[in-house]
C-alpha cells in the first residue's frame, strides 16, 4: 500500500464517497469525514479512516488535521468537497442564510487549508483540490448565493495556487455541472425556508421542478466521473488549474466566455420558456 493519504471532506454520499472509494482503489490511506458518522460506516468497512468534522469549526478542523499528521505524518492531498446550495431569487435570502452559504462553501475549505498548509510546506509537497461547480463560473438567475460562494471559492484557488507554487504545493479546483446525486434534496430544503416574494414565482417554479439541473437530468454525471478527476488532480505531478467534468459543464464553461448581454438574453429566454 502506498504511503499517501488524503481527507475528504463531505462523504456521506455522492462526489465524496465516490472519490473515497477512487483513493482506495489507488492504495491511498483515506480520511472520509462527514457530519454524521453513521453516513460513512460503510466507507470504515471498505478501508476508510473515518471521522466526523464540522468545517464551520476552526477547533474541529483542526482536531482532524491534528489526528493524521499524529497517525500517519503526512498529508498529501486535501479535497474540500462538503459544501450545499442555497438556491433562491437573492431578494428572498436573508443575511443569516447567505452567511451560512459562505461559511460552509468558502470559508470551510478556508480554514481547512489553513490547518494542512504549514504541514504541506514542511513537506515541500502536496495537493489542495477544492470541488466547485460550473456556477463558479456562469451565474444563473435563482442562483445567486450558491453561484456567489463557488465564484469566490475559483478566485481563492487561483491566487492560493500562484502563492503556494514557490513550495511545491498544487491548487486544483474540480468544476462539475449536474451529478446524479441528492444534492437537490438539500436545495429543495433550502428552498422550503424562504420566505418567497410572488414576483419570482417564475424561478421557483424553475428550481423545483430541475429538470435539466437536477440528479435526474439526463445530462447529469455519475459521481465516479468527478471522483476520477479528482484522483487524477491528485496523483499528477503537476496538474490541471481546472477538471471541468461532464459535456454539459464544458458547453456551459464555454457560453461563460460569451458577452455579458448574449448571456444574459439567453437566461431570459429560459426564464420566458419555463413560465
Aim: charged share 25%; hydrophobic share 40%; proline share 5%.
Amino acid at each position: 500500500m502506498s504511503n499517501r493519504t488524503v481527507l475528504i471532506t463531505g462523504c456521506s454520499s455522492g462526489i465524496g464517497r465516490a472519490a473515497a472509494y477512487a483513493f482506495l482503489d489507488e492504495e491511498w490511506h483515506v480520511y472520509a469525514t462527514a457530519r454524521n458518522p453513521a453516513d460513512i460506516e460503510t466507507l470504515g468497512e471498505a478501508g476508510c479512516n473515518i471521522g466526523t468534522i464540522n468545517v464551520r469549526d476552526t477547533d474541529d478542523v483542526a482536531r482532524v488535521i491534528d489526528r493524521i499528521i499524529e497517525e500517519e505524518g503526512r498529508l498529501d492531498a486535501l479535497v474540500n468537497n462538503a459544501g450545499y446550495g442555497q438556491h433562491g431569487p437573492l431578494e428572498d435570502i436573508n443575511d443569516e442564510l447567505f452567511e451560512k452559504q459562505f461559511d460552509v462553501n468558502v470559508f470551510g475549505p478556508h480554514r481547512l487549508i489553513r490547518e494542512a498548509l504549514p504541514h504541506m510546506r514542511e513537506r515541500e509537497d502536496g495537493t489542495i483540490i477544492n470541488v466547485s461547480s460550473v456556477a463558479g463560473r456562469i451565474a444563473a438567475p435563482g442562483m445567486g448565493a450558491y453561484s456567489a460562494s463557488k465564484h469566490a471559492i475559483e478566485g481563492y484557488s487561483d491566487s492560493l495556487r500562484r502563492e503556494l507554487e514557490p513550495f511545491g504545493i498544487d491548487v486544483s479546483v474540480v468544476q462539475p455541472g449536474p451529478v446524479k446525486t441528492s444534492f437537490r434534496d438539500r436545495v429543495d430544503d433550502e428552498l422550503g425556508r424562504l420566505d418567497r416574494t410572488d414576483a419570482y414565482d417564475d424561478l421557483y417554479e424553475f428550481q423545483e421542478d430541475a429538470t435539466l439541473i437536477g440528479g435526474d437530468s439526463p445530462i447529469a454525471v455519475h459521481p465516479a466521473g468527478v471522483a476520477e478527476a479528482i484522483v487524477e488532480a491528485a496523483v499528477t505531478p503537476d496538474p490541471e488549474p481546472r477538471y471541468v467534468v461532464g459535456r454539459a459543464a464544458q458547453l456551459l464553461v464555454y457560453a461563460s466566455y460569451l458577452p455579458d448581454r448574449i448571456e444574459d438574453q439567453v437566461f431570459e429566454a429560459i426564464r420566458r420558456f419555463s413560465s
